[in-house]
């Protein structure tokens, strides 16, 4: 039988964990209906729990009006949060602290003069919430992206909670040749670097990897994106119930891997699918 090995890095962060009991708090004890601004994490099959509970996930304040409003984990524009708070009955803030850290930074680099870039993917809800903070901010998502700015004197930096070190490194050596002054601010997740270190450290050893989370999350696609790189057999799945048998034929060691937004149960429920499935 294979060796199932879990990474020793994996799956739901503190700031996930934080906005998950947020939610249970408020669904178990606020009077009336409970909201979230968009889906509340990364994760449809959380998203699809909550919704049957009668928490559902929408689309501006408006249409929680009068009802409790829980801002999702990958944080929130300013102005919208003034209409949640102007609109709703409650407004609870979920957003993840670390992705508070890049909208102070973002802040802070705007007050102080410098054209703020803001590395990550462009329409990812946590680089939307973080341009209102600096007005004229700019995303870039890799070297050949900095290349095409305008050089401008001062520059500062702040990065998508959940982006590569490497794709940092590689803006800020271009945007050192095109500013007179570069300011870094590595707001980058530190449990993210984490997921991504242990994941490429199991993939190395393992003969077919499996990672867990939403196809719509970020981390857990560059997750894949690593495993895949080391390990070519790599398959992303959201669930147990996208396993396949003849994914793990002649492996001797499985690793297993999850996104910041996968709860333990998934991972477990993953494992011993798994478990079955080789011991057939």
């Not at 102005?79 to 102007?86: G, V």
């Not at 903070?133 to 700015?149: F, K, Q, Y």
């Not at 001797?252 to 477990?268: D, K, L, M, N, R």
Request: glycine share 8%; net charge negative.
């Amino acid at each position: 039988m294979p060796e199932i090995r879990v990474a020793s890095e994996a799956g739901a962060c503190y700031g996930v964990e934080r906005a998950l009991r947020m939610v249970e708090e408020a669904a178990e004890a606020r009077e009336g209906a409970v909201h979230t601004l968009g889906p509340l994490i990364h994760n449809p099959r959380v998203v699809a729990d909550l919704a049957a509970r009668g928490v559902d996930a929408v689309e501006s304040p408006e249409q929680a009006a009068g009802d409790t409003l829980l801002l999702r984990t990958h944080g929130t524009a300013p102005d919208e949060e003034a209409r949640a708070r102007e609109l709703c009955a409650c407004v609870l803030d979920a957003t993840c602290p670390f992705v508070k850290k890049v909208h102070l930074a973002a802040e802070r680099l705007s007050r102080e003069g410098y054209q703020v870039v803001v590395v990550g993917e462009a329409g990812h809800p946590e680089v939307e919430a973080t341009l209102p903070h600096a007005p004229g901010a700019v995303v870039v998502g890799s070297a050949e992206e900095a290349r095409a700015l305008p050089q401008a004197r001062k520059v500062g930096v702040v990065v998508q909670t959940t982006a590569r070190r490497a794709l940092l490194a590689e803006v800020v050596e271009v945007l050192l040749a095109r500013a007179e002054e570069v300011r870094v601010i590595n707001t980058i997740c530190e449990a993210t670097a984490g997921h991504q270190a242990a994941a490429d450290e199991l993939a190395r050893e393992a003969d077919v990897m499996v990672v867990i989370g939403g196809r719509n999350s970020a981390n857990t696609t560059r997750l894949s994106e690593i495993s895949a790189a080391r390990c070519p057999r790599t398959h992303h799945v959201e669930g147990a119930d996208e396993l396949r048998p003849t994914w793990f034929e002649g492996a001797a060691v499985i690793g297993i891997t999850a996104g910041a937004s996968t709860p333990a149960s998934q991972i477990e429920a993953v494992r011993a699918e798994i478990e079955r499935l080789v011991g057939e």
